[in-house]
């Protein structure tokens, strides 16, 4: 089955072509047929000659009902975009059309009514025109009247091709179900409808329903009028729930499969340049892409709407608050509208959005909002977990999940999820917070793990452990830095230094020719002092004042520079050391004095000798301490 919704200005023939399709009213309520004007979403389908089912939803024209409107095209992929032979292109059909373009809807059919009223060919080319600008550029034109049937053959075909084109939603998607209606029954409890896009619905299921997130049971399924065991996506739902409670669910309120959706009043939103259907939205939306919205904005999405505050983040991004917490996914598309006052002739500006982050983090320092609109518009719009943890460091499995991202890294530990770069940075200052408390705290047993997880403001103990590497380890819920196995062989030095120094140490066991900067020094507690006793100590070697590595890091510079093809410049020595020039230059120099390079008129360096043996006793057991020695 698929769903396609009508959309147009009032009293082009909409309902008029649902019931001539259908056989079906989709005027539901005896006040619409008093008035011959939709008021509320009507429903009707039709089985193809295929014995493919397409369901309907009618929509009002009138412009007092379009957020009657906006309820029924928000979750639904394709639509029947009518235009009247006799009357041609309205005010409504250029908001209807801005409404569809920013919900990024991009299939459906042009239908011209009323063909027997006046030649339809010249309103065809009209509207085609107009549509030639959206996302509904390539849908196909056809010409009918509901009155004498001309042209339905016509559009039975079209609708057939279209069933075809539309894509199949994923089955296995996470279920939203946006109810559209809501009524009790006797006897049977409270009913709810909606468009289902994507997923399948079990006889049975338990759902929530938001935003109370109250599980709900579903006690019966309809599709089209039939009780049913399962719906697929896409389709049109009745559900008959249990647990609904004493309030009646509601129009704009969602059925979700738990754990799948983040419910959320704070996101942040690309906002789309949409192509302009019409001139009059034009200066709204020229600012909107600048991310330049009004203060406040009513926010569509599904059959939901929301009032919205807005702060700009530039570079086409924003910061919406909403006043209603809606169940959201990143890349899910939504609409902004300008709540403003409506003068007559025009209407309000509409501009789409996609959703880039659903639980975005706060911003507080100067300058973060912009930093945050810069990062978002690098992202991709789907953005992945990669995206997502470069901009949260951390988070659970679950909660990306519930973002509505499936694939994603090892955990670091239970369901934790790292950022690789963040990880890197918080066990160098776990190194830091260990280190310092060792210097002043010396007599403790080492530092609690709660004591650490607070110090780096972490989530989970759990992440505090699995940061813990050597020469860190844990112990009776405590961390210290652990001691040479051979304490007899340890230098003779404060054990506060020596437990900073074995930090160090492990720093450069990894990237051996990145010296510590001044900022990792003092955070460590290494002053100029101290770091002269473990130089003294063989502890650390000094190729500058600022600059010392470790021991024996001079001998295995000079075994890498040997492999380079002699001479080699300073540039090709630090790729090859993967340091930096900071280090590499003093280091250089410290080599150039030594007699191990020598250095040419053009700056450019040879080997000259086998490098000397090291001065300084090689001291592996201080950054692989036993643990428990
Ligand atoms: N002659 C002629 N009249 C039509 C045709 N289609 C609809 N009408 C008439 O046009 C009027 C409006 O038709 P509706 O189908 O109610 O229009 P609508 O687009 O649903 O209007 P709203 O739902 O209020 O936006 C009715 O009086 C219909 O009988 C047609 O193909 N030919
Ligand atoms: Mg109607």
Do not use: Y
Request: with cysteine; charged share 20%; hydrophobic share 45%.
């Amino acid at each position: 089955m698929h769903v396609v919704v009508t959309a147009g200005h009032v009293d082009h023939g909409k309902s008029a072509l649902i019931r001539a399709l259908t056989g079906m009213e989709p005027d539901r309520w005896a006040e619409e047929r008093r008035r011959g004007m939709t008021i509320d979403l009507g429903f009707a389908w039709l089985t193809l000659p295929s014995g493919d089912q397409v369901a309907f939803v009618d929509v009002p024209g009138h412009e007092r009902f379009v957020s009657n409107m906006l309820a029924g095209a928000g979750p639904v992929p394709a639509v029947l975009f009518v235009v009247a032979a006799d009357e041609g292109w309205m005010p409504q059909s250029a908001e209807h059309l801005a409404v569809l373009s920013a919900l990024g809807i991009s299939d459906g059919l042009l239908v011209i009514t009323k063909s027997d009223l006046a030649d339809p060919a010249t309103v065809m080319a009209q509207a085609a025109a107009k549509l030639a600008a959206t996302s509904l550029r390539a849908v196909p034109a056809v010409a009918v009247s509901a009155v004498t049937g001309a042209g339905m053959a016509d559009l039975h075909q079209a609708l057939d091709q279209l069933r075809r084109r539309l894509p199949e939603p994923d089955p296995g998607a996470p279920v939203r179900i946006w109810i559209d209606r809501a009524f009790s029954m006797t006897g049977s409890g409270t009913v709810v409808t909606g468009t289902l896009p994507a997923g399948t619905v079990h006889h049975g299921d338990e759902l929530v329903l938001t935003p109370a997130m109250r599980p709900v049971r579903v006690r019966e399924l309809q599709s089209l009028g039939q009780t049913a065991q399962t719906a697929t996506a896409a389709a049109r739902v009745a559900l008959n729930l249990r647990g609904a409670g004493k309030d009646m669910p509601r129009r704009g309120m969602a059925l979700i499969q738990a754990g799948r959706w983040t419910l959320t009043d704070l996101i942040d939103v690309r906002v789309q340049t949409v192509t302009e259907p019409d001139d009059a939205n034009r200066q709204w939306r020229r600012g909107a892409a600048e991310g330049e919205l009004p203060r406040t904005v009513n926010v569509h999405v599904g059959s939901a709407r929301s009032i919205a505050q807005v702060r700009p983040l530039g570079s086409g991004a924003a910061r919406l608050t909403l006043a209603e917490p809606l169940p959201l996914h990143v890349g899910d598309r939504i609409l902004l509208r300008d709540p403003g006052s409506r003068k007559p002739g025009s209407w309000p500006g509409v501009a789409g959005a996609l959703v880039l982050d659903v639980a975005p983090l706060p911003l507080r320092r100067r300058g973060a909002a912009a930093a945050a609109g810069r990062q978002l518009a690098a992202w991709p719009d789907r953005p992945g977990a990669a995206d997502l943890l470069a901009r949260h460091g951390l988070l659970k499995a679950s909660a990306l999940l519930a973002m509505g991202i499936t694939d994603h890294p090892v955990p670091v530990t239970g369901e934790w999820l790292a950022d690789p770069e963040h990880w890197r940075t918080l066990s160098s200052a776990l190194g830091e917070v260990v280190a310092s408390h060792a210097a002043s705290e010396p007599l403790a047993p080492g530092m609690p793990i709660e004591a650490a997880r607070a110090a780096l403001d972490l989530p989970d103990r759990r992440l505090v452990t699995a940061l813990a590497r050597p020469p860190l380890q844990v112990a009776c819920g405590a961390l210290r830095i652990a001691k040479p196995a051979d304490k007899s062989a340890g230098p003779d030095l404060p054990e506060a230094l020596l437990a900073a120094v074995r930090i160090l140490r492990a720093d450069l066991a990894a990237t051996p020719f990145l010296a510590p900067d001044a900022d990792r020094l003092r955070k460590l507690g290494l002053d100029a002092r101290s770091l002269a006793a473990a130089v003294r100590a063989g502890e650390l070697m000094r190729v500058s004042d600022q600059i010392v590595l470790a021991p024996g890091a001079d001998t295995a510079a000079a075994a890498i520079l040997a492999r380079l093809d002699q001479p080699f410049t300073a540039a090709q020595a630090r790729e090859a050391l993967a340091s930096t020039r900071r280090t590499v230059i003093p280091l250089l120099e410290l080599l150039d004095s030594a007699g191990v390079t020598q250095r040419q008129p053009d700056d450019r360096r040879v080997l000259r000798s086998a490098p000397p043996e090291p001065a300084t006793r090689p001291a592996e057991a201080l950054v692989t301490g036993e643990p428990g020695s």
